[in-house]
Protein backbone atom coordinates (compact mmCIF):
# COMPACT_ATOMS: atom_id res chain seq x y z
CA UNK A 1 0.00 0.00 0.00
CA UNK A 2 1.11 3.42 -0.74
CA UNK A 3 0.79 5.54 2.37
CA UNK A 4 1.95 9.10 2.02
CA UNK A 5 4.77 10.07 4.17
CA UNK A 6 5.00 12.52 6.89
CA UNK A 7 7.17 13.94 9.39
CA UNK A 8 7.50 11.84 13.11
CA UNK A 9 6.30 14.79 14.78
CA UNK A 10 3.42 15.23 12.85
CA UNK A 11 2.89 11.78 13.31
CA UNK A 12 3.71 11.41 17.06
CA UNK A 13 1.17 14.69 17.49
CA UNK A 14 -1.70 12.60 15.25
CA UNK A 15 -1.69 9.78 17.81
CA UNK A 16 -1.36 11.87 20.80
CA UNK A 17 -4.57 12.91 19.65
CA UNK A 18 -5.62 9.47 18.79
CA UNK A 19 -4.49 8.40 22.44
CA UNK A 20 -6.85 10.67 23.83
CA UNK A 21 -9.66 10.64 22.21
CA UNK A 22 -15.35 5.52 4.76
CA UNK A 23 -17.70 2.98 5.17
CA UNK A 24 -18.75 -0.20 3.68
CA UNK A 25 -22.16 -1.67 1.89
CA UNK A 26 -24.85 -2.29 4.08
CA UNK A 27 -26.23 -5.61 3.19
CA UNK A 28 -27.89 -7.71 6.16
CA UNK A 29 -26.55 -10.87 6.78
CA UNK A 30 -27.51 -13.62 8.61
CA UNK A 31 -26.48 -13.01 12.78
CA UNK A 32 -22.60 -13.54 13.47
CA UNK A 33 -23.41 -15.03 16.51
CA UNK A 34 -26.36 -17.74 14.81
CA UNK A 35 -22.81 -18.83 13.13
CA UNK A 36 -22.04 -22.59 14.15
CA UNK A 37 -18.75 -23.57 15.37
CA UNK A 38 -17.09 -25.51 12.85
CA UNK A 39 -15.78 -28.79 12.67
CA UNK A 40 -13.08 -28.07 10.97
CA UNK A 41 -10.68 -25.54 12.05
CA UNK A 42 -10.72 -22.46 8.71
CA UNK A 43 -7.63 -21.45 7.11
CA UNK A 44 -6.61 -17.72 6.97
CA UNK A 45 -7.71 -17.47 3.48
CA UNK A 46 -11.17 -18.37 4.61
CA UNK A 47 -11.02 -14.99 5.86
CA UNK A 48 -9.39 -13.25 3.34
CA UNK A 49 -11.72 -14.26 0.67
CA UNK A 50 -15.09 -13.57 2.86
CA UNK A 51 -17.25 -10.80 1.72
CA UNK A 52 -17.00 -7.44 2.29
CA UNK A 53 -17.59 -6.11 5.58
CA UNK A 54 -21.26 -5.40 6.36
CA UNK A 55 -22.47 -3.18 9.03
CA UNK A 56 -24.43 -4.92 11.83
CA UNK A 57 -24.81 -2.53 14.45
CA UNK A 58 -24.72 0.81 16.25
CA UNK A 59 -22.95 1.08 19.61
CA UNK A 60 -25.94 2.86 21.67
CA UNK A 61 -24.72 4.19 24.90
CA UNK A 62 -23.04 7.56 24.89
CA UNK A 63 -20.66 6.56 27.14
CA UNK A 64 -18.24 4.43 25.11
CA UNK A 65 -17.06 6.83 22.39
CA UNK A 66 -13.51 5.37 22.49
CA UNK A 67 -13.70 1.76 21.74
CA UNK A 68 -9.75 0.08 21.53
CA UNK A 69 -10.95 -3.48 22.77
CA UNK A 70 -13.24 -5.49 21.75
CA UNK A 71 -14.02 -9.20 22.05
CA UNK A 72 -16.93 -11.27 21.62
CA UNK A 73 -18.43 -13.54 24.45
CA UNK A 74 -18.21 -17.42 23.59
CA UNK A 75 -20.64 -18.40 26.35
CA UNK A 76 -23.17 -15.42 26.07
CA UNK A 77 -24.10 -15.75 22.28
CA UNK A 78 -24.32 -12.18 20.96
CA UNK A 79 -22.88 -10.34 23.35
CA UNK A 80 -19.99 -8.20 22.90
CA UNK A 81 -17.73 -6.48 25.53
CA UNK A 82 -15.48 -3.33 24.71
CA UNK A 83 -13.93 -0.77 26.49
CA UNK A 84 -12.76 3.08 25.90
CA UNK A 85 -9.20 4.19 25.27
CA UNK A 86 -7.44 6.35 28.07
CA UNK A 87 -9.05 8.53 30.06
CA UNK A 88 -11.60 6.35 31.36
CA UNK A 89 -12.20 4.53 34.37
CA UNK A 90 -11.47 1.32 35.06
CA UNK A 91 -14.83 -0.45 33.39
CA UNK A 92 -16.06 -2.68 30.55
CA UNK A 93 -19.33 -2.35 28.70
CA UNK A 94 -21.29 -4.82 27.39
CA UNK A 95 -23.55 -4.92 24.28
CA UNK A 96 -25.36 -6.67 21.66
CA UNK A 97 -23.53 -7.58 18.49
CA UNK A 98 -26.37 -4.59 17.26
CA UNK A 99 -25.62 -2.30 19.52
CA UNK A 100 -27.51 -2.21 22.23
CA UNK A 101 -26.21 -1.16 25.53
CA UNK A 102 -26.20 -4.00 28.19
CA UNK A 103 -25.03 -2.06 30.94
CA UNK A 104 -21.48 -1.25 32.39
CA UNK A 105 -19.36 -2.89 35.09
CA UNK A 106 -16.21 -1.79 37.29
CA UNK A 107 -13.37 -3.21 37.73
CA UNK A 108 -12.94 -2.93 41.95
CA UNK A 109 -9.56 -1.30 43.27
CA UNK A 110 -8.53 -0.69 39.58
CA UNK A 111 -6.78 2.11 37.72
CA UNK A 112 -6.85 2.97 33.67
CA UNK A 113 -4.37 4.12 32.95
CA UNK A 114 -4.18 3.46 29.36
CA UNK A 115 -6.53 0.22 28.00
CA UNK A 116 -5.98 -0.19 24.71
CA UNK A 117 -6.79 -4.29 23.84
CA UNK A 118 -8.60 -6.65 25.70
CA UNK A 119 -9.00 -10.48 24.63
CA UNK A 120 -10.78 -13.62 26.06
CA UNK A 121 -9.16 -16.19 27.42
CA UNK A 122 -8.64 -19.18 29.74
CA UNK A 123 -7.93 -18.64 33.28
CA UNK A 124 -7.13 -20.11 36.78
CA UNK A 125 -11.28 -21.78 37.08
CA UNK A 126 -10.57 -25.00 34.84
CA UNK A 127 -13.16 -24.76 31.84
CA UNK A 128 -14.32 -20.56 32.49
CA UNK A 129 -14.26 -17.75 30.15
CA UNK A 130 -12.25 -14.58 31.40
CA UNK A 131 -11.84 -10.94 30.33
CA UNK A 132 -8.36 -9.43 29.91
CA UNK A 133 -7.61 -5.96 30.07
CA UNK A 134 -4.25 -4.59 28.47
CA UNK A 135 -3.39 -1.54 30.17
CA UNK A 136 -0.35 -1.34 27.70
CA UNK A 137 -0.58 2.17 26.24
CA UNK A 138 2.68 4.35 26.73
CA UNK A 139 2.74 6.63 23.71
CA UNK A 140 6.07 8.27 25.25
CA UNK A 141 8.20 5.23 25.97
CA UNK A 142 8.22 6.06 29.87
CA UNK A 143 6.41 2.94 31.89
CA UNK A 144 8.35 0.94 33.78
CA UNK A 145 6.09 -1.70 34.16
CA UNK A 146 2.67 -2.63 32.40
CA UNK A 147 -0.62 -4.20 33.53
CA UNK A 148 -2.80 -7.20 32.03
CA UNK A 149 -5.91 -7.37 34.21
CA UNK A 150 -7.93 -10.58 34.47
CA UNK A 151 -11.41 -11.10 35.60
CA UNK A 152 -13.93 -13.50 35.25
CA UNK A 153 -16.51 -12.55 32.56
CA UNK A 154 -19.63 -11.80 34.46
CA UNK A 155 -23.05 -12.13 32.68
CA UNK A 156 -24.01 -9.58 30.54
CA UNK A 157 -27.04 -8.04 32.67
CA UNK A 158 -27.48 -4.83 34.03
CA UNK A 159 -23.86 -4.05 35.05
CA UNK A 160 -22.38 -3.41 38.25
CA UNK A 161 -19.00 -3.94 40.17
CA UNK A 162 -16.52 -6.74 39.21
CA UNK A 163 -14.31 -8.31 41.91
CA UNK A 164 -11.56 -10.54 42.50
CA UNK A 165 -9.54 -8.81 39.93
CA UNK A 166 -5.72 -10.14 39.19
CA UNK A 167 -3.50 -7.17 38.22
CA UNK A 168 -0.59 -9.42 35.93
CA UNK A 169 2.24 -6.90 36.20
CA UNK A 170 4.77 -6.98 33.14
CA UNK A 171 7.90 -5.83 32.20
CA UNK A 172 10.04 -5.27 29.22
CA UNK A 173 13.35 -6.89 28.86
CA UNK A 174 14.89 -4.21 27.13
CA UNK A 175 12.87 -1.19 27.43
CA UNK A 176 9.77 0.47 27.69
CA UNK A 177 7.40 0.30 24.56
CA UNK A 178 3.83 1.62 23.55
CA UNK A 179 1.61 -1.07 22.40
CA UNK A 180 -1.91 -1.31 21.51
CA UNK A 181 -2.25 -5.29 20.71
CA UNK A 182 -3.10 -7.84 23.28
CA UNK A 183 -3.41 -11.22 22.41
CA UNK A 184 -4.66 -13.92 24.59
CA UNK A 185 -3.75 -18.08 23.47
CA UNK A 186 -7.66 -19.75 23.72
CA UNK A 187 -5.32 -23.13 24.41
CA UNK A 188 -3.34 -22.09 27.52
CA UNK A 189 -3.79 -18.36 28.30
CA UNK A 190 -0.57 -17.22 26.88
CA UNK A 191 -1.03 -13.83 26.68
CA UNK A 192 1.08 -11.95 24.06
CA UNK A 193 1.97 -8.19 23.48
CA UNK A 194 2.77 -6.62 19.96
CA UNK A 195 4.45 -2.95 19.99
CA UNK A 196 3.73 0.40 17.85
CA UNK A 197 6.87 1.13 16.23
CA UNK A 198 5.42 4.72 15.22
CA UNK A 199 9.17 5.25 14.14
CA UNK A 200 8.52 2.46 11.32
CA UNK A 201 10.57 -0.09 12.59
CA UNK A 202 9.68 -3.71 13.26
CA UNK A 203 6.78 -3.74 15.91
CA UNK A 204 8.06 -6.95 18.43
CA UNK A 205 5.79 -9.56 20.06
CA UNK A 206 6.22 -10.72 23.33
CA UNK A 207 5.20 -13.33 25.38
CA UNK A 208 3.80 -13.99 29.48
CA UNK A 209 2.86 -17.22 30.36
CA UNK A 210 -0.37 -17.13 31.77
CA UNK A 211 0.29 -18.03 35.29
CA UNK A 212 2.39 -14.37 35.43
CA UNK A 213 1.79 -13.05 38.76
CA UNK A 214 2.83 -9.58 40.12
CA UNK A 215 6.63 -9.10 38.72
CA UNK A 216 7.18 -10.87 35.16
CA UNK A 217 9.72 -10.24 33.02
CA UNK A 218 8.36 -10.37 28.98
CA UNK A 219 9.90 -12.75 26.73
CA UNK A 220 10.81 -11.56 23.04
CA UNK A 221 9.52 -14.51 20.43
CA UNK A 222 8.74 -12.77 16.92
CA UNK A 223 9.31 -9.52 15.59
CA UNK A 224 6.73 -8.42 12.73
CA UNK A 225 7.21 -5.47 10.18
CA UNK A 226 3.82 -4.06 9.50
CA UNK A 227 4.89 -1.03 7.26
CA UNK A 228 6.62 -3.52 4.67
CA UNK A 229 3.09 -5.24 4.24
CA UNK A 230 1.33 -3.74 1.36
CA UNK A 231 -2.05 -3.54 1.06
CA UNK A 232 -3.92 -4.73 -2.71
CA UNK A 233 -5.80 -1.04 -2.26
CA UNK A 234 -4.79 2.06 -0.94
CA UNK A 235 -7.26 4.00 1.04
CA UNK A 236 -9.58 6.58 -0.30
CA UNK A 237 -7.90 9.72 -0.38
CA UNK A 238 -10.71 10.86 2.36
CA UNK A 239 -9.89 8.35 4.83
CA UNK A 240 -8.60 10.69 7.61
CA UNK A 241 -4.95 11.24 8.53
CA UNK A 242 -4.32 8.40 10.65
CA UNK A 243 -5.21 5.83 8.01
CA UNK A 244 -3.60 7.93 5.29
CA UNK A 245 0.08 8.43 7.39
CA UNK A 246 0.21 5.91 10.12
CA UNK A 247 -2.34 3.39 8.53
CA UNK A 248 0.35 0.36 9.07
CA UNK A 249 0.59 0.56 12.90
CA UNK A 250 -1.24 -2.46 14.49
CA UNK A 251 -4.21 -1.16 16.68
CA UNK A 252 -5.98 -4.11 17.96
CA UNK A 253 -5.99 -8.20 17.70
CA UNK A 254 -7.45 -11.47 18.00
CA UNK A 255 -6.53 -14.89 18.06
CA UNK A 256 -9.39 -17.19 16.66
CA UNK A 257 -11.21 -19.38 19.52
CA UNK A 258 -10.42 -22.76 17.23
CA UNK A 259 -7.10 -21.38 16.90
CA UNK A 260 -6.84 -21.57 13.41
CA UNK A 261 -5.43 -17.53 12.67
CA UNK A 262 -4.53 -14.76 14.16
CA UNK A 263 -5.84 -11.27 13.20
CA UNK A 264 -4.51 -8.20 13.87
CA UNK A 265 -5.90 -4.88 12.84
CA UNK A 266 -3.95 -1.37 12.16
CA UNK A 267 -5.85 2.24 11.39
CA UNK A 268 -6.24 0.96 7.46
CA UNK A 269 -6.99 -2.85 7.40
CA UNK A 270 -6.75 -6.51 8.82
CA UNK A 271 -3.85 -8.89 8.34
CA UNK A 272 -4.30 -12.64 9.11
CA UNK A 273 -1.50 -15.25 9.71
CA UNK A 274 -2.65 -18.92 9.72
CA UNK A 275 -2.11 -20.77 13.20
CA UNK A 276 -1.16 -24.25 12.50
CA UNK A 277 -2.20 -27.10 14.42
CA UNK A 278 -0.07 -27.57 18.03
CA UNK A 279 2.06 -24.56 17.04
CA UNK A 280 2.84 -22.25 19.88
CA UNK A 281 0.91 -19.00 18.44
CA UNK A 282 4.16 -16.50 18.14
CA UNK A 283 4.55 -19.08 15.03
CA UNK A 284 2.60 -18.04 13.22
CA UNK A 285 3.92 -14.13 12.65
CA UNK A 286 6.77 -16.91 10.54
CA UNK A 287 4.14 -17.35 7.77
CA UNK A 288 3.13 -14.20 5.49
CA UNK A 289 -0.18 -12.84 6.12
CA UNK A 290 -3.31 -12.13 3.77
CA UNK A 291 -4.98 -8.97 4.05
CA UNK A 292 -9.12 -9.67 5.06
CA UNK A 293 -11.47 -7.45 3.46
CA UNK A 294 -12.54 -4.92 6.19
CA UNK A 295 -14.07 -1.69 6.41
CA UNK A 296 -12.47 1.56 6.41
CA UNK A 297 -12.90 3.61 9.92
CA UNK A 298 -11.82 6.76 10.61
CA UNK A 299 -9.81 5.43 13.73
CA UNK A 300 -10.30 2.01 14.19
CA UNK A 301 -8.73 0.00 17.13
CA UNK A 302 -10.48 -2.77 17.54
CA UNK A 303 -11.04 -6.41 16.56
CA UNK A 304 -12.67 -9.30 17.86
CA UNK A 305 -13.11 -13.04 16.04
CA UNK A 306 -16.61 -14.15 17.03
CA UNK A 307 -17.65 -17.51 18.85
CA UNK A 308 -17.64 -19.90 15.97
CA UNK A 309 -14.22 -18.36 14.44
CA UNK A 310 -16.11 -17.78 11.18
CA UNK A 311 -15.53 -13.94 11.24
CA UNK A 312 -14.52 -11.00 12.81
CA UNK A 313 -15.94 -8.12 14.41
CA UNK A 314 -14.48 -4.30 14.10
CA UNK A 315 -15.08 -0.95 15.46
CA UNK A 316 -13.63 2.69 15.87
CA UNK A 317 -13.58 5.40 18.16
CA UNK A 318 -15.98 8.32 17.94
CA UNK A 319 -20.06 8.55 19.18
CA UNK A 320 -22.05 6.09 18.13
CA UNK A 321 -19.66 4.13 15.80
CA UNK A 322 -21.05 1.73 13.55
CA UNK A 323 -19.87 -2.18 14.35
CA UNK A 324 -19.21 -3.82 11.28
CA UNK A 325 -18.82 -7.66 10.63
CA UNK A 326 -16.24 -9.37 7.96
CA UNK A 327 -17.82 -13.05 7.80
CA UNK A 328 -18.76 -15.38 4.89
CA UNK A 329 -21.31 -15.26 1.96
CA UNK A 330 -23.25 -18.31 3.56
CA UNK A 331 -23.11 -18.44 6.72
Known amino acids: MMIRAAP ?52 ETEMLTEISGLVASRSQPGVLWAHNDSGDSARVFAMTEEGLDLGSYTLAGVEAIDWEDMALGPGPV ?66 YIITKEVAGGPSTVFRAPGDAGQDTVLEEVATVDFKALEFAVA ?19 DVAPDRSAVAIRTYAGVWV ?42 ASEGENPPIYYTGPAQP
Open 126 to 191: EGADYLYLGDIGDNPAERSEITVYRVLEPDADSGGELTDVEALVLRYPDRPHDAEVLLVDPRDGTI
Open 8 to 59: IAGILLLLTLAACGGDSADTPLASPAAIATPTVARVAETFCTASPAITVGTV
Open 235 to 253: PPPDAGLLVLNVGWLPTGG
Open 273 to 314: WQLQGSAELWQAFAGEPCEAPAAIEPQGEALAFDAGSAGFYT
